[in-house]
């Protein structure tokens, strides 16, 4: 069973970097066949796609965020990272991992979330 | 981007009620549409990929169907179990796009 797990300090200051990793079970981050994403959700709203990476390091960055965005990954750990510099207010959000298929690209499965504030 | 909208935005219905949500795309997305379900407080979980292929475990009471621009997910007879919110999600360009969710209330 595959099971994903986010951590990371849930509160960042204005304007300083949000980090977090995803650690992978029961699957490698060195498939050929997945990808490995970012989604977020501010709170009562709707899901944002932040990027994905592939075991190549290979990146796409939703254009929105491209410029304050990156990816990262560690096979011997069996994990990937994202980090999010400058972060403002409109940061704050439950910060899920997701596994990501290379040919219909549905999100499957998803970590539990955690919640990143940015306040000072 | 490919813009998604969804609705209703919320329903509330009763138990054994068939519920409709419909889900339409800015630009055509070809087969490339996912659902979702989310419970208040946990993951979203895939209920459907691709427009109709459901996924395993999920009750067979969940059917997806639609083409081009215009998707429906539905759901034949509501349970208890069935609240939560819905999101259809186009896997067909990037950045993937997520529609803004509909509700669903027993």
């Known amino acids: 069973q595959v099971q994903l797990q986010e951590s990371g300090p849930g509160l960042v200051k204005p304007s300083q970097t949000l980090s977090l990793t995803c650690t992978v079970s029961?699957?490698?981050?060195?498939?050929?066949?997945?990808?490995w994403s970012w989604i977020r959700q501010p709170a009562g709203k709707g899901l944002e796609w932040i990027g994905r990476i592939y075991n190549s390091g290979v990146t796409y960055y939703n254009p929105s965020l491209r410029s304050r965005v990156a990816m990262s990954l560690d096979t011997s750990e069996n994990q990937f990272s994202l980090k999010l510099n400058s972060v403002t207010a409109a940061d704050t959000a439950v910060y899920f991992c997701?596994?990501?298929?290379?040919?219909?690209?549905?999100?499957?499965?998803w970590g539990q979330g955690t919640l990143v504030t940015v306040s000072s | 981007d490919i813009q998604m909208t969804q609705s209703p935005s919320s329903l509330s219905a009763s138990v054994g009620d068939r519920v409709t949500i419909t889900c339409r795309a800015s630009q055509s997305v070809s087969g490339y549409i996912n659902w979702y379900q989310q419970k208040p407080g946990k993951a979203p979980y895939l209920l459907i990929d691709s427009v109709s292929n459901l996924q395993s475990g999920v009750p067979l009471r969940f059917s997806g169907s639609g083409s081009v621009t215009d998707f429906t997910l539905t759901i034949s007879s509501l349970q208890p179990e069935d609240f939560g919110s819905y999101y259809c999600q186009q896997s067909y360009n990037v950045p993937f796009t997520f529609g803004p969710g509909t509700k669903v209330d027993i």
């Open positions: 029961g699957a490698s981050i060195s498939s050929d066949s997945y990808y």
């Open positions: 997701a596994r990501t298929t290379h040919y219909a690209n549905f999100f499957d499965p």
